[in-house]
């Protein structure tokens, strides 16, 4: 913490200006906090010194509370943040708060607490802590309302989304808003002189909260919290403790807000959604490869195959700025995929997320090729063709012969042994997997396959550009259905079960729906197409033969054609242009008729009984997973499943739902489906890692 004191010229005031200095963020941890109270109380105790500016070292004001801190005694140690803010609203001398790059959570907190504010016009000002299950717990819910009204108050607080400064301007939060930051700090001082000579000391908590019928403000932000996000306790906290800044008195308010967060921080909801927070840092870092392994260069790339995945891939790379050649088998699957790239363009400008010009830029580093001859000059190249060992292997020998040296080829491939696909190169070492997951524009998840040969750099290349692209990256080992899909077989594999031995598919999808999964695993396999999972059947069932699936899922194939959502006809019906999922009568006579065929006694299963099930079958081959190697760490799979497979963020994926009911639970109940008569008690074998971990929670 500097501090140091200016005179103006011509003034005879004396500023301290006192910076937030702990790099990168500014995170307001302990040690932060008693070197901040330490130069504030030297800043009232020095005669000279008639007001104070506060402002952030390096490239903002303060992300915020250390959220490391948060299961630690630390946050709460004295001076916690709620001292340090009275500490400055209380104190005898003005502190104006100069703002630029962001002020987050306890960083808003602080400023909040400041006598007034001077930003930079384009400063991100957010209280997030609701993303992370909790509220705002050092004035936020009181001093923002006060200052910014109930609306904005209400709007910021329950969101958790950031709003610029100069969308915040006019109201009494900023003080000032300034175009150019270089005169943050003297527009800062400035005011604080002004505030310094004429003793102004304004307190956002003696004001009060200005409001237009909040009472049906109030009730239409709980309405749609209820609707929209029903397992959210924190949202529902957040309007409480903003309500309570017009009904209760300030200290009041501040009590009851403190026990709400109190509250929130021991909430299952918000344990989940912590873990996943640093799940998803933790993601990142790859534990048998050096932290200064270095990293290729990726200026440009290529795409082969325009397809579904292809477009959406090549639109990822060009919304990061990353010059793409896409390369197709024929000039009509060619200008198919430009097409459907411009098209989705369209549609976000349509939208307003992107303008014309945004848009021309993009698609003016798109370069439609036909010749393989083209791509000799990129630094890597992402194959989606068809998912045939063949057609790929064909692709990769053409690359391979073009690719300059040290050009990293990746496969979007879905299933295939990218070992054995690497082995058709004279390139192993810079062959990888990308796996994205459709739609790929939009979806956040990318599993990034090592190879055998894979080398270090290349891995840490991808993982950087996956960064660049803003997906959420988790890397994967070479196996059937590496993480993601390896698991949702063994789910959809039980789902099959449920419904030979008494469930209907509406049921099984409204019970994980109502536990909070996005889709369950009938209107999935709709969405996905029913022919893909039947064909992976097949082949799993050719090369694993002992294997068990149910037939039902193949009937409905076979002999009811229903491939699901692109038909209008799957598990489900579908009225044209809606994805409205009604359930089908043809689907379930077959399933009756198919249990009488097969003498399978239905009964009444429970909804408690399918989410189990369901849960489980995720859970027991999530640990096989770490069991063979196939992903670093348990974190991970919640991390693919949380952004890739719609599971609820608040119960934090698999894993580490699984680890809050209990292993010993989890493994009494295994063991009772195992016993079911109608079960294939193989499916039930609890993974080795599975058993270690319950016996170490022990
Ligand atoms: P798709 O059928 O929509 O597209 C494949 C494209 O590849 C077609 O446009 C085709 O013309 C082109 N192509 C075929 N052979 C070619 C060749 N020799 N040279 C150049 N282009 C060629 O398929 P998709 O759904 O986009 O899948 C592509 C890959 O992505 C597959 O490996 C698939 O397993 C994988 N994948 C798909 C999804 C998904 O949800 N669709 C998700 C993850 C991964």
Not at 619 to 630: A, F, H, P
Not at 651 to 656: A, I, N, T, V, W
């Amino acid at each position: 913490m500097q501090e140091q004191a200016l005179k103006l010229e011509g003034s005879r005031a004396s500023i301290a200006v006192i910076r937030i200095d702990s790099p990168p963020v500014n995170s307001l941890g302990h040690a932060t906090r008693t070197a901040l109270a330490e130069s504030i109380q030297a800043a009232h105790a020095a005669k000279e010194v008639d007001a104070i500016v506060l402002i952030g070292a390096g490239k903002l004001f303060s992300a915020g509370a250390d959220i490391r801190e948060f299961d630690r005694p630390e946050v709460w140690k004295s001076p916690d943040l709620s001292e340090l803010i009275a500490l400055i609203e209380r104190g005898p001398k003005p502190v104006v708060a100069a703002i630029h790059g962001m002020a987050m959570g306890g960083g808003l907190e602080l400023a909040l607490g400041c006598h007034a504010r001077v930003a930079a016009h384009n400063a991100l000002l957010a209280l997030p802590e609701v993303k992370l299950g909790l509220l705002p717990g050092a004035g936020g819910t009181q001093r923002l309302p006060r200052l910014a009204g109930l609306t904005r108050a209400l709007d910021m607080i329950v969101s958790g989304e950031p709003q610029t400064a100069a969308e915040l301007q006019g109201t009494p939060l900023l003080d000032q808003v300034i175009e150019h930051e270089d005169v943050l700090l003297p527009a800062a001082v400035a005011l604080a002189e002004q505030m310094g000579e004429h003793g102004e000391r304004p307190m956002a908590s003696a004001r009060t909260v200005t409001a237009e019928n909040a009472d049906l403000q109030l009730a239409a932000a709980r309405e749609q919290v209820a609707r929209r996000t029903p397992r959210e306790p924190a949202k529902r906290r957040c309007i409480d403790a903003v309500e309570a800044s017009l009904l209760l008195p300030f200290e009041a308010a501040l009590e009851r807000e403190l026990a709400y967060f109190h509250e929130l921080s021991a909430s299952s909801e918000s344990r989940a959604l912590r873990h996943l927070f640093f799940a998803e840092r933790t993601a990142a870092s790859i534990s048998d490869i050096p932290k200064d392994t270095p990293v290729r260069p990726i200026h440009s790339a290529a795409v082969v195959g325009a397809g579904t995945m292809g477009a959406g891939i090549a639109q990822c790379l060009l919304d990061a700025g990353i010059p793409v050649k896409l390369l197709e088998a024929s000039r009509a699957a060619l200008d198919r995929g430009v097409a459907t790239i411009t098209r989705q363009y369209q549609r976000a400008r349509d939208k307003g997320r992107i303008d014309d010009a945004r848009m021309a830029a993009r698609l003016k580093l798109l370069t439609p090729v036909l010749d393989y001859a083209a791509l000799g000059d990129v630094d890597i190249v992402i194959e989606a063709v068809f998912e045939q060992f063949d057609v790929k292997s064909k692709v990769f020998q053409a690359l391979d012969a073009v690719m300059k040296p040290g050009a990293i080829l990746a496969t979007n491939t879905s299933m295939l042994d990218i070992n054995r696909l690497a082995a058709t190169t004279g390139r192993t070492g810079d062959v990888i997997g990308t796996h994205f997951f459709s739609p790929a524009h939009v979806m956040r998840l990318l599993e990034v396959v090592r190879g055998e040969q894979t080398r270090a750099d290349v891995l840490v290349t991808v993982m950087r550009l996956a960064k660049k692209l803003g997906k959420t990256a988790v890397v994967a080992r070479v196996c059937d259905g590496f993480i993601g899909n390896r698991m949702i077989e063994q789910y959809l594999r039980q789902a099959g079960f449920l419904l030979e031995e008494g469930a209907t598919p509406s049921q099984v999808d409204r019970a994980v729906e109502q536990f909070g999964l996005a889709m369950g695993p009938f209107r999935m396999s709709d969405m996905a197409g029913n022919d893909i999972g039947y064909d992976i059947r097949k082949r799993r069932s050719r090369e694993t033969p002992s294997l068990f699936y149910s037939r039902i899922p193949d009937l409905l194939v076979e002999t009811l054609d229903r491939k699901g959502q692109k038909v209008g006809r799957g598990w489900y019906d579908y009225q044209e242009g809606s994805y409205q999922a009604i359930p089908s009568a043809e689907v379930d006579d077959m399933i009756v008729q198919f249990r009488e065929a097969h003498n399978l006694l239905a009964r009444q299963i429970s909804d408690e009984e399918i989410v189990k099930r369901l849960v489980y079958a995720l859970v027991n081959e999530g640990y096989r997973i770490l069991d063979d190697g196939t992903a670093q760490r348990a974190s991970d799979i919640d991390v693919a499943y949380a952004t890739g497979y719609g599971f609820p963020d608040t119960r934090g994926g698999p894993m580490f739902y699984a680890d809050e009911v209990g292993l010993d639970k989890v493994l009494a109940d295994m063991a009772v489906f195992a016993r079911n008569p109608q079960a294939d008690p193989a499916f039930w074998v609890p993974a080795a890692g599975l058993l270690a971990r319950a016996e170490a929670q022990r």
